[in-house]
């Protein structure tokens, strides 16, 4: 049986994880985040399997964690916190949870889209600043999103922008019916959304180019991973307001740090990686968790 820990719960992944490790499940000590990287080999020595929230395993990390065998990922996106090849390269298993949080995921992106349509983070701020600004927003019925990456979080989100009135556009990276050319996509979406799986191939993939091709004032959503977005690029498009508003769940480092560029932009939508976070989407993905780690 494998020895388990799960490295960096915290509070509110707590409630919910006892209500789904149940007696017959395999043991796994539960340890409370965050870990700072330099900690984590001291921290799961003697433990083979680690089910990992969102602590980072370098190459170097990886190469110091002896007996490590198996990883699990609470996610898709392993490769954000994990160097994928290098655990592979030692012989360490790499798991990943997908689906689980499907029409979660797609329902706060749909929020950040209401959001950056109508400017509601920044008058929030005013208001709590004691000023007062009424700022003129977007009706998004009518107006087009287009969904970059037709998977399970895409086919949710188009289904909900169809349901307010929005015209869908998708594009997949390997085409599907009824997709479009990502280059068409751009040039007719008033609202871009999304929601491409992290690699090699995907990296960068929203670049200067691409943004170019977008229209003037383009809302731009990320639940994906920041990767996926050449932010140099995003944010000098930002400051000429080619981007209108940019929303994003996710940071190239989470948290970001004090030096993040997107913390000095004014167009900006920002949530702490909370897209999945709701208790129906979490007790399936720790549920999928402890029956990764016991099969080893």
Known sequence: ???????DSTPDIDKVWKRVHGANDI????????????DVPAKIAGYDTVINDATYFSAPTL?????????VFLGTGAASFVDVAAAQKLGIK?????????TTVAEHAMG?????????????????????????GMELRGKTLGIVGLGGIGREMARLGTGIGLNVLAYNRTAK???????????????????LGLNDQTRGFLNRERIARTRPGVIVVNTARAGVVDEPALIAALKSGHVGHYATDVF???????????????????????GYNTPE???????????????G
Request: aromatic share 4%; charged share 20%.
């Open 1 to 7: 049986m494998p020895k388990t820990l799960f490295i």
């Open 27 to 38: 043991p796994v000590t539960v340890g409370m985040g965050p870990v700072d990287e330099p």
């Open 63 to 71: 190469a110091k964690c002896a007996g490590l065998k198996h990883i």
């Open 94 to 102: 790499v798991s990943t949870i997908s689906g689980y949080g499907d």
């Open 112 to 136: 950040l889209v209401f959001a950056a349509a109508r400017h509601i983070a920044t008058m929030h701020g005013i208001v709590r600043g004691g000023a007062w600004r009424p700022m003129q």
């Open 177 to 195: 019916p009824g997709t479009v050319p990502i280059d068409e996509l751009l040039a007719q979406s008033d609202i871009v959304s999304l929601h």
């Open 252 to 274: 190239g480092k989470e948290p970001p740090s004090p030096d993040e560029p997107l913390l000095r932009v004014d167009n900006v939508t920002l949530t702490s990686h909370a």
């Open 281 to 295: 989407a979490a007790m399936t993905m720790y549920r999928r968790a402890i029956d990764l780690a016991a099969k």
